[in-house]
T-cell receptor
Framework: SQTIHQWPATLVQPVGSPLSLECTVE??????LYWYRQAAGRGLQLLFY??????ISSEVPQNLSASRPQDRQFILSSKKLLLSDSGFYLC???????????FGQGTRLTVV | AQSVSQHNHHVILSEAASLELGCNYS??????LFWYVQYPGQHLQLLLK??????LVKGIKGFEAEFIKSKFSFNLRKPSVQWSDTAEYFC????????????FGGGTRLMVKP
């Protein structure tokens, strides 16, 4: 069966420090991968999605970037965190057309 | 860009009341539609999905949703809510002409009073 791993679960980082959040999927190949940020009252904001290795689509211009160095690995990064980057970050995967998305447990990022 | 609107941000109901949460999406064409639920302290779970066929979709825990193509809507319903339905509900859409972009609505917080 397929599983999705996202870590760390919580992270406290100072302003100006770099960020790397990792998401990996097991039990499937060539998944579509997504990074979302969830904020209270604002739902899930799609940040990046990827349909294959090295293919990244960005939905919101911001201080973050994403990379997909391997088929089942999706990384969310920042060179210098801002206070406004605080939030709850979710990774998700889905198969091809007519499939639902499955979510990781999320990372609570606090920038101080 | 495609968008998903959930008009009710907060809903408070008493147990046994009926529920309907609105969801509208932009753009026509072929879509996949979803409702996800997030119970307090838990991760997102799929409640139900529509890909094609019968526009009335049955999900888990007595929920259902109806796809009305002419109204670009996919409203969630439950005839009689329970206290355990207290959660946040998210509508989501994949527009098949927009690659694999999965877009969520802003969510609706449902509180059911015992």
């Amino acid at each position: 069966s397929q599983t999705i791993h996202q870590w760390p679960a919580t992270l406290v980082q100072p302003v100006g420090s770099p960020l790397s959040l990792e998401c990996t999927v097991e039990g499937t190949s060539n998944p579509n991968l997504y990074w979302y940020r969830q904020a209270a009252g604002r739902g899930l904001q799609l940040l990046f999605y990827s349909v294959g290795i090295g293919q990244i689509s960005s939905e919101v211009p911001q201080n973050l970037s994403a990379s997909r160095p391997q088929d089942r690995q999706f990384i969310l990064s920042s060179k210098k965190l801002l206070l406004s980057d605080s939030g709850f970050y979710l990774c998700a995967w889905r198969g091809g057309m007519n499939t639902e998305a499955f979510f990781g447990q999320g990372t609570r990022l606090t920038v101080v | 860009a495609q968008s998903v609107s959930q008009h009710n941000h907060h809903v408070i109901l008493s147990e046994a009341a009926s529920l309907e949460l609105g969801c509208n999406y932009s753009y026509g064409g072929t879509v996949n539609l979803f409702w996800y639920v997030q119970y307090p302290g838990q991760h997102l779970q799929l409640l139900l999905k529509y890909f094609s066929g019968d526009p009335l979709v049955k999900g888990i825990k007595g929920f259902e949703a109806e796809f009305i193509k002419s109204k670009f809507s996919f409203n969630l319903r439950k005839p009689s809510v329970q206290w355990s339905d207290t959660a946040e509900y998210f509508c989501a859409v994949i527009h098949n002409n927009a690659g694999n972009m999965l877009t969520f609505g802003g969510g609706t917080r449902l509180m059911v009073k015992p």
